[in-house]
């Protein structure tokens, strides 16, 4: 396969990138300057390709004779940015790689989105087919995103897939450092009573999804949630991390309703000068909404299988975090 992958120098496109090249596909990244992460990709035996999304000729170049695009790029939430930002990449741009790959020849788009496109889930665990409610300016375009690339596609008789992971993490990861470090450290303080569910899905295992999204003939035009084989409390994940750090498992707990006001006023102070809040209303709700999915389509239709379990997966992770003199 001729693989094209956007967002390659983050994370998960970059794990995902390597893993086709291993696999022997042919793998090219659309990033937008070059720099050790683009090198590091190309001593993968990823070609580079220089160029923004919003650029219509950079997409035309990197979407030439390519089979397979695998959109992994998004603008994730970053203090002072505007709403129109957040849309031009997450939206607009969606559409326009999706009509490019039509044009180079692509005959499959995975679009990655979020399963953050239904918000709170009240009645646990969600199928794809869960009502839609996102609950930030990231979720939002995410799931305009999702429109226009169905849309697109079946315009310019492509097909598309998208994926909706859950919590992403694994060696290589920063965002979820700010779980796994305090509660390695013994500072981990829960808000409200930590029975609420979390859902994490292990990088490995996610790269595997996107692969079967990108290659089954059963997902062309399809929607899958990719998450990992187990659902845990967050008590329960924080005293997975704590057994794994070595440490007890922390048990101070805290009411939420003054940190959230607290991250109110700090997101009002702050906001406006484009400084990212030393708190915010955002990192309450990681304390006070559930997240618990249901895998099922993609298990039956693509044979997506979990390899990677929780256990295992945090040790990964804090093996990782250590190498790196994080914890």
Known sequence: MRAL????????????ARALAARGDTVSALVRARGEPAAALER???????????????????????DVVYHIAAMYREAGLPDATYRAVNATAVREIVEAAARGGAKRVVHCSTVGVHGDIEHPPATEDAALKPGDIYQQTKLEGEALAREAGALAG???????????????????????????????????????????????????GFYLC????????????LAGGEVTTLNALVALIAEGAGVPPPKRHLPVWPVWTAGAICEAICSPFGIEPPLYRRRVDFFTKSRAFDISRARSEIGFAPRVGLREGIRRTLDWYRSEGWL
């Open 44 to 66: 993968s035996g990823v070609t580079i390709v220089i160029g923004d999304l919003r650029d219509a000729s950079a997409l035309a170049s990197a979407t030439e004779g390519v």
């Open 214 to 225: 990108g290659t089954h003939p059963a997902a062309a035009n399809r929607t899958y949630i």
């Open 158 to 208: 492509i097909e598309v897939t998208i994926a909706r992971p859950s919590g992403i993490y694994g060696p290589g990861d920063r965002r979820l450092l700010k779980l796994f470090r305090p509660v390695a450290r013994g500072r981990w303080i829960t808000l409200g009573s930590g029975e609420i569910y979390y859902h994490l899905t292990f990088i490995d295992d996610l790269v595997d």
């Open 5 to 16: 992958v956007s967002g390659a120098t983050g994370f998960t496109g970059g794990h995902l």
